[in-house]
């Protein structure tokens, strides 16, 4: 089971971006998916989540400027980042919460896991 997320780089203050995170494996059914992000220096913080019943929740500082969604289907969750400013530069985490099989044996656990993170940086 893992996250694997993509879409990170290079843009220029007031430039767009939109990452993607997709979860594989022998997943049984998404909860609740999220997009951390963590600068240089600071604590790793909650930038968005979203709920298997599509409730979406944003940090204060990109309200309005980024839009969270999910393809259940794909089991991928997106983060549309428009008009990106210099206080968006982070490695950006995706993060799920996940009931799979984690055993040969078969067992069941539900658990949160981890995308190995992308990053994106937003130049002057």
């Known amino acids: 089971v893992q996250l694997q997320a993509s879409g990170g780089g290079l843009v220029q203050s007031g430039g767009s971006l939109r990452l993607s995170c997709a979860a594989s494996?022998?997943?049984?059914?998404?909860?609740?998916m999220s997009w951390y992000r963590q600068a240089p220096g600071s604590q790793r913080v909650l930038v968005a989540s979203?709920?298997?019943?599509?409730?979406?929740k944003y940090a204060d500082s990109v309200k309005g400027r980024f839009t969270i969604s999910r393809n259940n289907a794909r089991r991928t969750v997106y983060l549309q980042m428009k008009n990106l400013n210099r206080e968006d530069t982070a490695v950006y985490y995706c993060?799920?919460?996940?009931?799979?099989?984690?055993?040969?044996?078969?067992?069941?656990?539900?658990?949160?896991?981890w995308g190995q993170g992308t990053q994106v940086t937003v130049s002057s």
């Open positions: 993060n799920a919460d996940l009931l799979a099989i984690t055993t040969s044996l078969g067992d069941i656990t539900d658990d949160e896991y």
């Open positions: 494996g022998p997943i049984l059914s998404v909860g609740t």
């Open positions: 979203i709920t298997d019943g599509d409730i979406t």
